[in-house]
């Protein structure tokens, strides 16, 4: 009896654990998907995403960390595996990594620092200091948030189409930061801050940095929301040789390689489908190997295709794959606009710089290009910001982290046919005496000695306020018939050249207006001193004879005071100052002179007016063309010279009314007014290293606009060929250039930006 008891109570439990495990079987199990760090390597995620649709897996939960959290994030808010093929695909990592940013992007202000110094230090306490990382990493967070528009409302995680978590480091405690709420961008920026490559997060009071540094592959984590089934794709490598550490970035990483290559072991038994690509010929920076990359992590699934198969039946991807569609969107409306810690910059500057209006539609593209102005001002460490829906409307709320250098020290150097040697050190201090001003000195040394200053207030899109001081001087051979016919000399002179000393003392002070940081309207008055003079003539023993000042062993031609209101109306859209490929340029300048200290007695009230009009455009890939036209006159009867056009040389920087003019040299072809013309094409053969042919053609004599001669043929032509580099001093540019009525040739020589 005992015996039929046990055997009963054995066919009971047999049959109870049998219908147990069919039940296993056929319960639909929860799928939780581990997506490691690695760079650039993570790409790979996505090749390992394809296998697994195609397997028809619906994943139920997901973690990742760096680059696993980007594409995971981007996976769970609703975008397919052949969408995110298709976003990475067209995406220039590049220009995300290094916060390229437009030069239309840049204020009229942050254009010349960008075109005239090369090296730019931050100056504190009297030391100099270095960035925190190569990048502050705003064009990825611009992408981040332009991506997830869809769930920006989602604060908790879990409530994602797929819910998802990543991992973050705090920097200051070394502690692991599990972020599973907030605002998705923000978390997924701060779990991907690669240190060295991008400037840490702050997120909610914490300084985080890339989640990598403490768990690189959280499959605890994720086996915790309620995974029976881990899918996990490791894109790590192990520990590297000396050949394969060659940037500091990858010298960091496998300094933490250390700890994560002994975790792996565990974690990958812990992992039920491990695919594991093999990067090992790839860098965590290699974003120009995507198809590579993502090819590898295809091959890496398929090897596991079998698996993936066997555990499909049991995933529901018929039951939410409608949930998992997303709608992204490039419009939107901004009804509300929240500014949070900018204490040295008023709402109307920061306004200003985004160039869009409440309660009208705007687009993604100008609210990252509103942001990317910001960004160019150089005055925010880094710029975080949240759309959300509130009371049905949708609010922008702004994190400006200013950027606690307000000093910097900023060099240069150049050379050139007429300044000669030159070196450029320069002091900026930012909120000198109020918001949203900034102080800059120039000092320039070499064989020309001249200094710049400026003081700006700037109020964005209202009236700004501005003072600027410079002294400028260079001495030239010309002609001295071009003196003789500026200046009254008594006497001629038994010589053909001279070497004229010209020096200049300008002071403005101005009221801007600045539309789109591309168009400005600027009006003054002006303080000028001149000089010119030379110790040409006595050297010969002739000025006894001209019956002109002597000063200080040096013959005056000119030196006087002069005071004039003046209107400056600018745009500017080229793509850049020195090679411009697109845009369009247009500088008009008008000055009225009221009052001189008439250094020789022939002043009378004059004016003068000039504009210089562009525009440049791709006509193939790599061959572009540069379009000008430039002319000035003079109204008034004064005889006065001093302010009489130019024309000759080569030059990006030339002061008061001296004009470039290819095949003469400088300050050749004087007269009261102008008309040029100018065109050059340019090959760009290799990156950065120009091939160009330029061509010019003018009319430049006195009153060409009252006599009509302006319009007749051109006197004056001239013909280049040059070869420019953007080098990391500045252009480098090489130009022959002739004339053909001139019968003469110059060959014009500059490296560095000009200043």
């Given at each position: 009896m005992q015996k039929l008891v046990v055997i009963l109570l054995?066919?009971?439990?047999?049959?109870?654990?049998?219908?147990?495990?069919?039940?296993?079987?056929?319960?639909?199990?929860?799928?939780?998907?581990?997506?490691?760090?690695?760079?650039?390597?993570?790409?790979?995620?996505?090749?390992?995403?394809?296998?697994?649709?195609?397997?028809?897996?619906?994943?139920?939960?997901?973690?990742?960390?760096?680059?696993?959290?980007?594409?995971?994030?981007?996976?769970?808010?609703?975008?397919?595996?052949?969408?995110?093929?298709?976003?990475?695909?067209?995406?220039?990592?590049?220009?995300?990594?290094?916060?390229?940013?437009?030069?239309?992007?840049?204020?009229?202000?942050?254009?010349?620092?960008?075109?005239?110094?090369?090296?730019?230090?931050?100056?504190?306490?009297?030391?100099?200091?270095?960035?925190?990382?190569?990048?502050g990493g705003q064009n990825v967070y611009n992408e981040l948030v332009r991506l997830l528009y869809p769930?920006?409302?989602?604060?908790?995680?879990?409530?994602?189409?797929?819910?998802?978590?990543?991992?973050?480091?705090?920097?200051?405690?070394?502690?692991?930061?599990?972020?599973?709420?907030?605002?998705?961008?923000?978390?997924?920026?701060?779990?991907?801050?690669?240190?060295?490559?991008?400037?840490?997060?702050?997120?909610d009071g914490r300084v985080l940095i890339d989640g990598g540094v403490v768990n690189n592959y959280p499959v605890e984590e994720v086996r915790a929301m309620g995974a029976d089934?881990?899918?996990?794709?490791?894109?790590?490598?192990?520990?590297?040789?000396?050949?394969?550490?060659?940037?500091?970035?990858?010298?960091?990483?496998?300094?933490?390689?250390?700890?994560?290559?002994?975790?792996?072991?565990?974690?990958?038994?812990?992992?039920?489908?491990?695919?594991?690509?093999?990067?090992?010929?790839?860098?965590?920076?290699?974003?120009?190997?995507?198809?590579?990359?993502?090819?590898?992590?295809?091959?890496?699934?398929?090897?596991?295709?079998?698996?993936?198969?066997?555990?499909?039946?049991?995933?529901?991807?018929?039951?939410?794959?409608?949930?998992?569609?997303?709608?992204?969107?490039?419009?939107?409306?901004?009804?509300?606009?929240?500014?949070?810690?900018?204490?040295?910059?008023?709402?109307?500057?920061?306004?200003?710089?985004?160039?869009?209006?409440?309660?009208?539609p705007t687009t993604f593209g100008k609210l990252q290009q509103g942001i990317s102005n910001l960004s160019a001002t150089g005055n925010f460490q880094t710029i975080r910001y949240r759309l959300s829906t509130r009371n049905n409307e949708e609010e922008l709320t702004l994190k400006l982290i200013e950027n606690q250098n307000k000093t910097f020290i900023r060099l240069g150097a150049h050379y050139d046919n007429l300044y000669k040697t030159a070196g450029i050190i320069n002091l900026t201090q930012k909120n000198f005496l109020m918001r949203d001003d900034v102080t800059s000195f120039d000092f320039i040394i070499g064989d020309n000695i001249r200094y710049n200053f400026q003081y700006y207030v700037d109020k964005g899109s209202y009236w700004s306020f501005g003072i600027s001081s410079r002294f400028n001087e260079f001495g030239k051979d010309i002609?001295?018939?071009?003196?003789?016919?500026?200046?009254?000399?008594?006497?001629?002179?038994?010589?053909?050249?001279?070497?004229?000393?010209?020096?200049?003392?300008?002071?403005?002070?101005?009221?801007?207006?600045?539309?789109?940081?591309?168009?400005?309207?600027?009006?003054?008055?002006?303080?000028k001193f001149l000089k010119y003079s030379t110790k040409t003539l006595r050297q010969n023993g002739e000025d006894d004879f001209l019956g002109l000042t002597i000063e200080d062993d040096r013959t005056l031609f000119e030196k006087s005071n002069f005071y004039s209101a003046f209107g400056q109306l600018t745009l500017d859209t080229y793509d850049d100052r020195y090679f411009p490929s697109k845009g369009l340029f247009f500088d008009g300048d008008f000055h009225f002179y009221v009052l001189s200290s008439d250094f020789n007695d022939n002043f009378k009230e004059f004016s003068i007016a000039k504009a210089r009009m562009g525009t440049a455009f791709p006509l193939f890939s790599n061959l572009s063309m540069n379009i000008e036209t430039e002319g000035g006159f003079k109204l008034g009867t004064s005889n006065v010279t001093s302010f009489d056009f130019v024309l000759g040389g080569l030059g990006a920087d030339l002061i008061n009314n001296f004009t470039p003019f290819l095949g003469y040299d400088?300050?050749?072809?004087?007269?009261?007014?102008?008309?040029?013309?100018?065109?050059?094409?340019?090959?760009?053969?290799?990156?950065?290293?120009?091939?160009?042919?330029?061509?010019?053609?003018?009319?430049?004599?006195?009153?060409?606009?009252?006599?009509?001669?302006?319009?007749?043929?051109?006197?004056?032509?001239?013909?280049?060929?040059?070869?420019?580099?953007?080098?990391?001093?500045?252009?480098?540019?090489?130009?022959?250039?002739?004339?053909?009525?001139?019968?003469?040739?110059?060959?014009?020589?500059?490296?560095?930006?000009?200043?």
């Amino acid at each position: 009896m005992q015996k039929l008891v046990v055997i009963l109570l054995f066919l009971f439990v047999g049959a109870f654990s049998m219908a147990q495990n069919q039940g296993r079987e056929n319960k639909d199990l929860k799928v939780g998907l581990v997506l490691s760090g690695g760079g650039a390597k993570g790409m790979a995620h996505i090749g390992a995403l394809k296998v697994i649709e195609k397997a028809g897996i619906e994943i139920d939960y997901i973690g990742g960390t760096s680059m696993g959290a980007i594409v995971g994030a981007l996976y769970a808010s609703g975008f397919s595996a052949f969408e995110l093929d298709s976003i990475f695909k067209n995406t220039d990592f590049t220009d995300l990594i290094e916060d390229t940013l437009p030069r239309g992007a840049k204020t009229f202000y942050e254009k010349e620092n960008s075109e005239r110094y090369a090296i730019t230090l931050p100056f504190k306490k009297f030391q100099v200091s270095v960035p925190q990382a190569y990048s502050g990493g705003q064009n990825v967070y611009n992408e981040l948030v332009r991506l997830l528009y869809p769930v920006r409302d989602v604060k908790d995680f879990k409530n994602l189409p797929i819910p998802f978590l990543c991992i973050a480091t705090d920097i200051e405690s070394g502690a692991e930061v599990l972020l599973d709420k907030g605002y998705l961008p923000e978390a997924v920026m701060a779990s991907g801050a690669l240190p060295s490559l991008f400037d840490p997060a702050i997120v909610d009071g914490r300084v985080l940095i890339d989640g990598g540094v403490v768990n690189n592959y959280p499959v605890e984590e994720v086996r915790a929301m309620g995974a029976d089934v881990i899918i996990g794709v490791d894109v790590q490598h192990g520990l590297r040789d000396r050949e394969a550490l060659s940037s500091a970035t990858e010298i960091l990483l496998q300094i933490n390689n250390y700890r994560t290559a002994l975790d792996m072991e565990r974690k990958s038994e812990r992992t039920d489908i491990y695919i594991k690509p093999d990067m090992s010929e790839y860098s965590v920076i290699d974003f120009n190997l995507y198809e590579a990359i993502i090819a590898s992590g295809e091959n890496a699934a398929m090897q596991k295709y079998e698996e993936l198969e066997r555990l499909a039946p049991h995933s529901e991807l018929k039951r939410s794959k409608s949930i998992r569609k997303v709608q992204t969107q490039d419009s939107l409306t901004i009804n509300k606009m929240v500014i949070t810690d900018a204490e040295n910059y008023s709402r109307g500057y920061v306004k200003g710089k985004l160039r869009f209006e409440l309660d009208e539609p705007t687009t993604f593209g100008k609210l990252q290009q509103g942001i990317s102005n910001l960004s160019a001002t150089g005055n925010f460490q880094t710029i975080r910001y949240r759309l959300s829906t509130r009371n049905n409307e949708e609010e922008l709320t702004l994190k400006l982290i200013e950027n606690q250098n307000k000093t910097f020290i900023r060099l240069g150097a150049h050379y050139d046919n007429l300044y000669k040697t030159a070196g450029i050190i320069n002091l900026t201090q930012k909120n000198f005496l109020m918001r949203d001003d900034v102080t800059s000195f120039d000092f320039i040394i070499g064989d020309n000695i001249r200094y710049n200053f400026q003081y700006y207030v700037d109020k964005g899109s209202y009236w700004s306020f501005g003072i600027s001081s410079r002294f400028n001087e260079f001495g030239k051979d010309i002609n001295f018939d071009l003196i003789r016919s500026n200046f009254e000399i008594p006497f001629g002179a038994n010589i053909n050249t001279i070497n004229l000393d010209v020096k200049d003392f300008t002071n403005q002070m101005y009221v801007q207006t600045v539309l789109r940081e591309e168009f400005a309207y600027r009006m003054g008055i002006e303080y000028k001193f001149l000089k010119y003079s030379t110790k040409t003539l006595r050297q010969n023993g002739e000025d006894d004879f001209l019956g002109l000042t002597i000063e200080d062993d040096r013959t005056l031609f000119e030196k006087s005071n002069f005071y004039s209101a003046f209107g400056q109306l600018t745009l500017d859209t080229y793509d850049d100052r020195y090679f411009p490929s697109k845009g369009l340029f247009f500088d008009g300048d008008f000055h009225f002179y009221v009052l001189s200290s008439d250094f020789n007695d022939n002043f009378k009230e004059f004016s003068i007016a000039k504009a210089r009009m562009g525009t440049a455009f791709p006509l193939f890939s790599n061959l572009s063309m540069n379009i000008e036209t430039e002319g000035g006159f003079k109204l008034g009867t004064s005889n006065v010279t001093s302010f009489d056009f130019v024309l000759g040389g080569l030059g990006a920087d030339l002061i008061n009314n001296f004009t470039p003019f290819l095949g003469y040299d400088f300050l050749s072809l004087p007269g009261n007014s102008f008309v040029k013309a100018y065109g050059r094409l340019d090959f760009e053969f290799i990156p950065k290293n120009h091939f160009m042919f330029s061509a010019n053609y003018a009319n430049v004599d006195d009153d060409l606009f009252r006599t009509g001669d302006w319009f007749t043929s051109p006197d004056f032509s001239g013909y280049g060929v040059g070869y420019g580099w953007e080098s990391f001093l500045g252009p480098l540019q090489v130009h022959y250039t002739w004339s053909p009525e001139g019968k003469s040739s110059n060959f014009f020589f500059s490296l560095g930006y000009w200043f």
